[in-house]
């Protein structure tokens, strides 16, 4: 297979599919067993989407362990499979980024519950990795959907604040304070309270299924849900300077 970035890597965080385990901010809606499979199309989706991009190797980063049978189908896309390792979140993304680095020039990291992600997305944050140290895709609810580096070593999570909406900020200022050349992607939106059901439905519905969903706010319609934040004046395509804000162009 041809890939555009043959020496970089894609890393996919993802939890096992486990009832009670995964997705547990939605069990209240969907059911332990209904949190855990919409959780699993999620991976799947997003393990697909990145190897039909065609950009780089694909390698799906694992917790507790590689041993979920969802989890080790994914190997059958050509994807690697990888335990994660670490202490806190931070800690397993710092550790798998470091390994992906030792093997490669580059690397970005996204999680599983975005439905956003395209393969022109990632193309995106690969492409940015040759001109800054590193690159961000912030989310909606204050976090990020991606995280990208070429630096050895970069600390990206320590003293964050995970499942905060401080996590961002709190990521910019680790990167200030380390002299980090970075750029952020336009934000995507995540799969990850109960409100977002109602968009994933109406944008998805695919990945839902069947799941029962509390019923839409009256007036709420899906062309707001889908609103673009406003570009700042100046940014273009490849995330031109340190903490702007880049154009995706490519929704495949």
């Known amino acids: 297979m ?9 890393l996919v965080f993802a939890r096992a599919p486990v009832p009670g385990r995964a997705k547990t901010r939605l069990i209240p809606v969907l059911g ?17 989407t990145a190897v039909r991009s ?8 694992c917790a507790p362990d590689c041993s979920h049978p969802a989890l080790v189908e994914m190997a059958a896309l050509g994807v690697a499979l990888h335990p994660q390792t670490g202490a806190d979140l931070g800690e397993r993304m710092q550790n798998a980024l470091d390994s992906a680095l030792a093997r490669a020039d580059r690397a970005v990291l996204v999680g599983s519950d975005c439905p956003a992600m395209t393969g022109g997305y990632l193309a995106q944050a690969l492409a940015a990795l040759a001109r800054h140290d590193a690159v961000i895709g912030p989310a909606e609810d204050g976090g990020y959907v991606l995280a990208g580096t070429r630096i050895r070593r970069m600390v990206l999570g320590r003293g964050v604040a995970w499942g905060t909406p401080r996590v961002l900020e709190q990521t910019r200022s680790l990167f ?54 406003k570009q700042p004046a100046g940014a273009g395509h490849g995330c031109p300077a340190r903490g702007s804000v880049a154009q995706a162009t490519d929704s495949s």
């Open 176 to 229: 200030r304070a380390q002299g980090v050349d970075w750029c952020e992607l336009p934000r995507l939106w995540d799969v990850d309270r109960e409100g977002d059901l109602e968009r994933l439905r109406v944008l998805a519905p695919g990945l839902l299924g069947e799941a029962p969903v509390r019923s839409r706010p009256a007036g709420a319609g899906p062309v707001a849900w889908q609103a673009a934040e």
């Open 2 to 10: 041809n890939l555009r970035f043959p020496h970089a890597r894609i």
């Open 54 to 61: 065609r950009l780089a190797p694909v390698e799906l980063w």
């Open 32 to 48: 332990a067993r209904g949190a855990a499979e919409l959780h699993r199309r999620l991976v799947q989706r997003t393990v697909t």
